[in-house]
Antibody
Framework: EVQLVESGGGLVQPGRSLRLSCTTS????????MHWVRKVPGKGLEWVSG????????DYADSVKGRFTISRDDAKNSLYLQMNALRAEDTALYYC????????????WGHGTMVTVSS | QSALTQPASVSGSPGQSITISCTGT?????????VSWYQQHPGKAPKFIIYEASKRPSGVSSRFSGSRSGNTASLTISGLQAEDEADYYCCSYAGLSTWVFGGGTKLTVL
């Protein structure tokens, strides 16, 4: 069974850091680009960051560029998101998503991990 | 990277058809046919139902169809069923390896 399980969310003060993890199973992890997408409460989805196969490229939304870093460990079938200098507007449910390049879609998603930035 | 514009809510009775619009700009929807649609039921992970604006993956009901014209993409659901009640999101490639989503549309089946 294909699974993506996010972890690492929680309550954090503004300006602090948090590292999210996404552990995957059921597919050949290193064959796929992976992304982070977040859902702000009461708002829509927002693409946050993506990383290519072999960590060939990392891309970020303008809203997180310079503060967030995406990475992957193919040996552990895992995706990460290091979030620094967190702001209240980063409060969201963070999803890990597998990218299917032949369809150009996020074809599999986890259930998300909640990040709350508040003092 | 401004969010794509979707109506906040739409509704329809069982058996009817509804259409959800997704308006972007010439930098995203207007430039690329890489528009996808996602269905999300409460507490569940999003599920893709349309890719490349109008293509339907195997396993998705033929009641779901998509189209794109200019800066606007649309999702049509025909023969509404109670199980279609969910949130729907559009997504478009926005160039330079970035993506943009819509604000989401809550579909209510009356």
């Amino acid at each position: 069974e294909v699974q993506l399980v996010e972890s690492g969310g929680g309550l954090v003060q503004p300006g602090r850091s948090l590292r999210l993890s996404c552990t995957t199973s059921g597919f050949t992890f290193d064959d796929y680009a992976m992304h982070w997408v977040r859902k702000v409460p009461g708002k829509g989805l927002e693409w946050v960051s993506g990383i290519g196969r072999n960590s060939f490229n990392m891309d970020y939304a303008d809203s997180v560029k310079g503060r967030f870093t995406i990475s992957r460990d193919d040996a552990k079938n895992s995706l990460y998101l290091q979030m620094n200098a967190l702001r209240a507007e980063d409060t969201a449910l963070y999803y890990c998503a597998k990218f299917r390049s032949d369809f150009d879609v996020f074809d599999l998603w986890g259930h998300g991990t909640m990040v709350t930035v508040s003092s | 990277q401004s969010a794509l514009t979707q109506p906040a809510s739409v509704s329809g009775s069982p058996g009817q058809s509804i259409t959800i619009s997704c308006t972007g700009t010439s930098s995203d929807v207007g430039s690329y046919n890489l528009v996808s649609w996602y269905q999300q039921h409460p507490g569940k992970a999003p599920k893709f139902i349309i890719y490349e604006a109008s293509k339907r993956p195997s396993g998705v009901s033929s009641r779901f169809s998509g189209s794109r014209s200019g800066n606007t993409a649309s999702l049509t659901i025909s023969g509404l069923q109670a199980e279609d009640e969910a949130d729907y999101y559009c997504c478009s490639y926005a160039g330079l390896s970035t993506w943009v989503f819509g604000g989401g549309t809550k579909l209510t089946v009356l």
